[in-house]
């Protein structure tokens, strides 16, 4: 089936600081979303593309379909981006098949 | 803007039993989905339904039943519960079929005694 394959797994930042997760796919995606969890265990959109770049804040994804990738850049990381954020891509049908998430950690 | 709601937050069961879980959704959106979080994993598709009274197979059906009893409602079973199965189950919407933002609600979390 559809694969979807995130790193890191685990990323700690110094706050103002700034990194980026990438969510490689095995199949063609017609569209990726980017989630954040946070300690509540509410997921929160954070972008929606079916290509090129998004930017919100200090957040920017890229999602390029033709290599089969996302990417999501956090700028300035502050103490609450702290939490998990996970990729999900829509392949040929109707299913979102997630990544195993990143864990970040904002240190003051 | 609209909002998703889950019954119960909290469910706990004993081995074996039929548990049920509810999701309520009004932005009048097309498909719902249930999904399944293991703690400190990825999420898996259960269920997912395009429309009143659709059902289609995600992942990880084995052992669950769903059932879209209107447009606004999407309902999971457990047909008979495990203690490997304690996890938090998500029920979202997306307003199309295809790829569109899925809008989340806060969770159930099951506890099987």
């Known amino acids: 089936g559809d694969q979807v394959e995130q790193s890191p797994s685990a990323l700690s930042l110094h706050e103002g600081t700034g990194s980026a997760l990438r969510c490689n796919f095995t199949t063609t995606m017609r569209a990726v979303q980017w989630f954040q969890q946070n300690s509540r265990g509410s997921l929160i959109n954070l972008f929606y593309?079916?290509?090129g770049t998004k930017e919100n804040g200090r957040l920017k994804s890229t999602f390029n379909s033709k290599e089969s990738y996302s990417t999501l850049h956090i700028r300035d990381a502050q103490l609450e981006d702290s939490g998990t954020y996970f990729c999900a891509a829509a392949g040929g049908n109707n299913k979102l098949t997630f990544g195993q998430g990143t864990v970040l950690s904002v240190i003051p | 803007g609209g909002i998703i709601t889950q019954t119960p937050k909290f469910l706990i069961g004993q081995e074996g039993q039929k548990l049920t879980l509810k999701c309520q959704q009004n932005?009048?959106?097309?498909?719902m989905y249930w999904y399944r979080q293991d703690s400190g994993k990825g999420l898996r598709l259960i269920y997912y339904s395009i429309t009143e009274n659709d059902l289609q197979k995600g992942d990880l059906s084995e052992g669950y039943d769903a059932s879209r009893e209107k447009k606004s409602s999407f309902s999971l079973t457990v047909t008979s519960a495990q203690k490997n199965e304690m996890a938090v189950f998500l029920c979202?919407?997306?307003?199309?079929?295809?790829?569109?933002?899925?809008?989340f609600g806060e969770g159930s979390r099951l506890i099987v005694v």
């Open positions: 932005f009048n959106h097309d498909t």
């Open positions: 593309l079916a290509s």
């Open positions: 979202a919407s997306s307003p199309g079929q295809s790829g569109n933002t899925l809008y």
